[in-house]
Nanobody, 115 residues
Framework: QIQLVQSGGGLVQPGGSLRLSCASSGSFRSNPTIIWYRQRPGKGREWVAKYLHGPVLDYSDIVRGRFQVSRDDANDTFYLQMNNLQIEDTAKYYC?????????WGQGSQVTVSS
């Protein structure tokens, strides 16, 4: 059974950094792409970063220049490095992966930015 396991997240002050990871025990190698989403309090889920074939990296305007998505081929893990975090980045972050047949979601990682 395919499971996406996230780690990272936590509480950070404005201007701080955090890194999220998303792993799946080798499943990602069949389609090494990922989309990171987040859901802010009272808001719908929005995408923030994409790692596509190539790789081609894409970011939403809100996070471009501050977030970076990457992949570790050896560990078959994706990362979301988040720098210069702001209060409005407070959200639950999810990784999303398409297997070719269905979408899988990570369990979510809470990121709280507060002074």
């Amino acid at each position: 059974q395919i499971q996406l396991v996230q780690s990272g997240g936590g509480l950070v002050q404005p201007g701080g950094s955090l890194r999220l990871s998303c792993a799946s025990s080798g499943s990602f190698r069949s389609n090494p792409t990922i989309i990171w989403y987040r859901q802010r309090p009272g808001k719908g889920r929005e995408w923030v970063a994409k790692y596509l074939h190539g790789p081609v990296l894409d970011y939403s305007d809100i996070v471009r220049g501050r977030f970076q998505v990457s992949r570790d081929d050896a560990n078959d893990t994706f990362y979301l490095q988040m720098n210069n975090l702001q209060i409005e980045d407070t959200a639950k972050y999810y990784c999303n992966w398409w297997s070719g047949r269905q979408f899988y979601w990570g369990q979510g990682s809470q990121v709280t930015v507060s002074s």
